[in-house]
């Protein structure tokens, strides 16, 4: 680690304040940014750590969830309403990290996770566009079996490897920023950025601003919702591919589909197209399996990746049948 | 005692800070304390050989800054036995040959430490079956599942799993 300032915010004001000088960095429960601190991939000047802000969560009056960002995983997990209301949620958390991590990192954080591409890591080996812009991709046609199929550009094929940012793409949640300029409010699906020329810049946060909390609107009614995590071990690895979803069926018909994907994209992939083709359809394993080919349909797998279009397509359709299933 | 907002208490002594934010709990413990018992794996929080107890909770140490955790009470295998002897957990190790090489083994001891607690509060993890139940069987799988954040080079992992059970699952079973 190069040598760094630290200070404690007291407040999300104090905090941003803080944030505001030149390479500061948030710090969460440190279980990314010490990592990358020590491989010095990340060199902040000042550390501003933000686990003593707000990490409440609690009911909205409209039937939502508000999650302070620095709320443990563990506590958001645990939380009666979010394994009750938003199972899909607990379930994408609890397949994230060990529990020792999860009682570590903060919502905040796991949201701002940076990716688990080794290329990325090992700065003395390899070249890396995110890690040093415009010096070239060793990722790309390198060992990519963990790679992106979906998303990704000739600059960068990296994945992000959050499981609860794909349960909260799927619930549609929003996140509350808080910057220099003021606060603003950007839906999860839209925060991270997509690659193209410049893999570096990963989400559309401004220098400074602040992730303070995360809402959650209403469960929809009438669905049920489920997480599926396909990877390399029982637990503790990172997706290979993963699927959370949120189904609502009457009478054999989609009423309403949220479908979100991990470990095939370079931020949680929300499955619009595969969403569009099922809503108002029926709701049979061909129908899943159909909507799946639709979503997957633009997939382009690199050289040691392309199980993952095929291992995608069985996970929609078996995540959906199950959901479904259970319904009938 | 020293319970006072700057300092770090660790196994019920206050310790200071260090001064430099880039020391880690892990190498508070071992370099600047002596307290060799919590051990240095990957030092990248994949392992678990460094887990402690933070107010109770797990956590592993490698990927803590030290200064983040003044005013919390850290508690490491040193600090678990009490003046009668061995904690219960750890005589059960001894008794299921839950270790071979035992580097790994007081991370895996203070990790099931948190696990029992985790268990008693309900909290659910990847293997339960139904989320609104907050009384947890602690059943094989789950306990896999709950303690894999730490890894056991020898294989121990059978005994290890006897050794919980007997603490925490006896009668449950």
Redesign the interface.
Known sequence: ?I????A?AGDAADAVRLGGATDAKY?G???NL??L??ETIERPAA?V?V?GLSSAIEERENGGLLIGAAARN?AV??HRFV??RY?VL??AI??G?????R??ATVGGNILQRTRCPYFYDADGFRCNKRNPGQGCDARDGFNRTHAILGASSACVAVHPSDMCVALAALDADVHLRGAAGTRTVPLTELHRLPGDHPEIETVLEPGELITTVELPAPPPKTRSLYRKVRDR???AFALVSVAAVLGVEDGRVTDVRLALGGVAPKPWRARTAENALTGGPATTQAFRAAAEAELADAIPLRDNGFKVELAKRTITAVLGELAGGQA | MAGNAASIRINGTAVEPPD???V?LLDLLRERLELHGTKKGC???AC?AC?VLVDG????S????A??YTGRDVVTIEGLAGEHGLHPLQQAFIEHDGFQCGYCTPGQIC?AV??AA?LE??????A?GD??TRKIAPSHDEL???M???LCRCGAHNGIVAAITETYAKEDR
């Open positions: 680690m040598p760094f300032t630290y404690r710090l429960g440190g279980t010490v990592d601190l020590r550390l750590d686990t563990t997990a645990e394994r009750t199972p607990s379930r609890l397949a990290g060990s529990a020792q991590i009682n570590m029982a637990s503790y | 430099d934010p880039r880690s030092d990248q929080g678990g887990t909770e797990r956590i592993v490698c990927l803590a800054l200064v983040q990790s948190g696990m985790e509060r309900g909290v659910p993890s990847y339960t989320l609104s896999r599942e709950r894999s954040g730490n």
